[in-house]
């Protein structure tokens, strides 16, 4: 069965620094999305993008993060200069469409220090 | 602003039991619903959808309901087993064809044998 990937799946990096989190999605599908669980709380949407472009972002996706389409098959999260509340699980998403089922990758764990 | 409530947040029952769990959403303008499942530290599994013209959808032993006047969905788990324990969430789309997910807290189940 067609499944989102994550790398890396787990990650600790210094107050700071740049962070890049990598997802390949389901090949054919059309929606891509970054969602974060910080720890024991809700999982946040962060943004979609479609078409190349952010089709949607929430107030916590701010300068600091950006998104990307570098090629046909990836999907990557940038946090330009993570702080301590960064840290998080953060979790890739797809979908074929933006009503269908939405598949969601094992997530990457942030742990900033 | 549409927000999603699941109670409990934690059921204890003994294998075999039925059990339903609840989620409420407060804004019944969805596009559709669907449920998941998260093991710990685990990424998201999607169970079910259901979209916003129908009333449930049933996979296996799993049914789930929506009632969109009433701001409320439950998935009903049948025979449950050791291996259903995981925690489980709702998240409802809104309309904006941007397929972003809103979800709720949780709830975490444990079977006991």
């Known amino acids: 069965e067609p499944e989102v990937t994550q790398t890396p799946s787990h990650q600790v990096t210094q107050m700071g620094q740049e962070v890049i989190l990598r997802c390949v999605p389901i090949s054919n599908h059309l929606y891509f999305y970054w969602y974060r669980q910080i720890l024991g709380q809700k999982v946040e949407f962060l943004v979609s993008f479609y078409n190349n472009e952010i089709s949607e972002k929430s107030e916590i996706f701010d300068d600091q993060f950006s998104v990307e389409r570098p090629d046909g098959s990836n999907f990557t999260l940038k946090i330009r200069s993570t702080k301590l509340e960064d840290s998080a699980m953060y979790f890739c998403a797809s979908s074929a469409l933006g009503g269908n089922t939405i598949y969601f990758g094992e997530g990457s764990w942030l742990t900033v220090v | 602003k549409q927000e999603v409530t699941q109670i409990p947040a934690a059921l204890s029952v003994p294998e075999g039991e039925n059990l339903v769990l609840n989620c409420s959403f407060t804004d019944s303008a969805i596009y559709n619903l669907q449920w998941f499942r998260q093991d710990p530290g685990k990424g998201l599994t999607s169970l079910l959808l259901?979209?916003?013209?129908?009333r449930e959808q049933t996979s296996g032993r799993l049914n789930a309901s929506l009632d969109k006047s009433s701001g409320r969905s439950t998935l009903y788990i049948a025979a449950s087993q050791p291996g259903d324990s995981a925690t489980y969430l709702c998240a409802v789309v809104v309309p904006g064809n941007t397929g972003k997910l809103i979800f709720g807290q949780g709830t975490t189940l444990q079977v006991k044998p």
């Open positions: 259901i979209q916003s013209s129908q």
